[in-house]
């Protein structure tokens, strides 16, 4: 099993500061015939479902706003918000899609400073 | 728009089975690439996969799970069924089903499954 490592756990972030967390995988994600990392980032807030943010390590989904930008390619990668908001309070997590399961990081929260 | 359902008790007892049922709408199971998958979320913490069923019928499982899930799907009612035997009170968690295309798109609201006697 590949196995997502999230640092930090925890984040606080002053309004209007970049806010970076980190991703890492046991193995590499990157499917070399395709050059595409299989690489997920969600959102999640209380009481709600995750709700995807980037995949393929850098595509941002419809509708999610440009402050959040995904990088990173194999084994290490980055999620991005460039000027935090309020509403941006959340648990973060990480997903691999390359092989089953499709592990999970165990989360990162991110808190207003 | 799609949408996904979860539905199934919301009270089982321990070495109960545990049947859960994913409705969709929005998208076809039977479109090349496309799948549906279980998650679940023990609360307070973080997101575990559990299942995943193809468009082609291609069936995948937590192999730490694997001898006690079973998922199917009925494409022409666009169900997805997960289930789960020998359930235990760590079991207990919020039951998701979730459509991946790229990534898991779309997520059900979730369905919270208490396990007590």
């Known amino acids: 099993d590949i196995v997502m490592t999230q640092s930090p756990d925890s984040l606080a972030v002053s309004l209007g500061e970049r806010a970076t967390i980190n991703c890492r995988s046991s193995?590499?994600?990157?499917?070399?015939?395709?050059?595409?990392?299989?690489l997920a980032w969600y959102q999640q807030k209380p009481g709600q479902p995750p709700k995807l943010l980037v995949y393929?390590?850098?595509t941002r989904e419809s509708g999610v706003p440009d402050r959040f930008s995904g990088s990173g390619s194999g084994t290490d990668f980055t999620l991005t918000i460039s000027s935090l908001q309020a509403e941006d309070v959340a648990v973060y997590y990480c997903q691999q899609y390359y092989t089953t399961p499709h592990s999970f990081g165990q989360g990162t929260k991110l808190e207003i400073k | 728009q799609i949408t996904l359902e979860e539905s199934g008790p919301t009270l089982v007892k321990p070495t109960q089975t545990l049947t859960l049922t994913c409705t969709f709408s929005g998208f076809s199971l039977s479109t090349t690439g496309v799948g549906v998958g279980w998650i679940r979320q023990p609360p307070g913490k973080a997101l575990e996969w559990l299942a995943l069923i193809y468009w082609n019928d291609d069936k995948r499982y937590s192999p730490s799970l694997k001898s006690r899930l079973t998922i199917t799907k009925d494409t022409s009612k666009n169900q997805v069924v997960l289930t789960m035997t020998n359930m235990d009170p760590v079991d207990t968690a919020t039951y998701y089903c979730a459509h991946k295309a790229d990534g898991y798109n779309d997520w059900g609201q979730g369905t919270l499954v208490t396990v007590s006697s």
């Open positions: 393929w390590a850098s």
């Open positions: 193995q590499s994600v990157l499917y070399i015939s395709n050059n595409n990392n299989y």
